[in-house]
């Protein structure tokens, strides 16, 4: 998603996440952008925070966290109707919810999470050349390095057909962290032949080609330095083994 503005991203996350973890509660955007102008140094406009929390929202889905966006109101105690639609299209398991009960699901998520750093360094990362589908320009003594990186997209469905089948423990460490801190949605799904390695569109078998994993294990898998002909990811088998544990027969398994 297209961040004109990676450093407003950043500043208003820090402001999010410090206000949630000491007020455990809703703001709204007039506060909020009070809240942003102390940290940046100068004033903040309002108007400019709608479209910066829906690419918050994405952000926080590619990092597997609650949408700490869902924490910011308008002085009436709406939400923009947008953003739980855009909640639903990700999240297919929550359509027996109503807009109230699905917000205050997410809010509960939120108020509970301890640990926003890969929200935070998600987006620090960012301000400093990351974004997606952005192109920022640095000046290394003669030469300017362009630096442009692509989004892949991934179906929601598929995600939710695989975690329905395989339930939400990962199939690497076989801990259940949706279960241990009560947070839902904190869970990811690996393809295990990776989209980047792929030309274009193709079909995903939720069953065979998907397996969940926790935040860790996943950044372990896709941690491999690999040379030419080889995979650029480990197997969860290969991770399962430097933790000690046996060798699944078929990843298609559940590990309930």
């Known amino acids: 998603m297209d961040s004109p503005n990676p450093d407003l991203d950043r500043y208003v996350v820090e402001a999010l996440v410090d ?14 952008a009070e ?6 140094g100068n004033p903040s406009n309002q108007r400019k925070l709608g479209d910066c929390l829906g690419r918050i929202q994405h952000y926080c889905e590619n990092v597997g966290l609650p949408e700490i966006s869902l924490m910011v109101e308008r002085a009436d105690g709406t939400l923009h109707e947008s953003v739980t639609k855009y909640y639903r299209e990700y999240h297919p398991e929550v359509d027996n919810l109503t807009d109230s009960e699905l917000v205050d699901e997410v809010r509960k998520a939120c108020v509970s999470c301890t640990d926003w750093q890969p929200l935070l ?7 400093l050349g990351s974004t997606t589908q952005a192109e920022k320009t640095y000046e290394e003594g003669s030469r300017v390095t362009r630096v442009v990186s692509e989004e892949i997209k991934r179906s929601p469905k598929a995600r939710a057909d695989c ?19 009560g947070v839902p949605g904190i869970i990811h799904v690996h393809h295990l032949e990776p989209l980047s390695e792929s030309d274009g569109v193709r079909e995903v078998d939720p069953i065979k080609d998907l397996v969940p994993v926790c ?3 996943h950044a372990v898998i896709h941690s491999k330095k690999s040379k030419d002909g080889e995979s650029s990811v480990y197997t969860p088998n290969e991770v399962r083994a430097m933790l000690g544990l046996p060798p699944l027969e078929s990843y298609e398994q559940t590990l309930a």
């Open 121 to 127: 360094y998600f987006v620090r990362s960012n301000s």
């Open 19 to 32: 206000h949630v973890s000491t007020h455990k509660e809703p703001t709204n955007y007039h506060d909020l």
């Open 215 to 217: 935040p860790n294990c």
């Open 163 to 181: 975690l329905a089948k395989k339930g939400t423990g990962c199939i690497v460490c076989e801990k259940d962290l949706e279960a241990v801190y």
């Open 35 to 40: 809240a942003v102008g102390e940290i940046r």
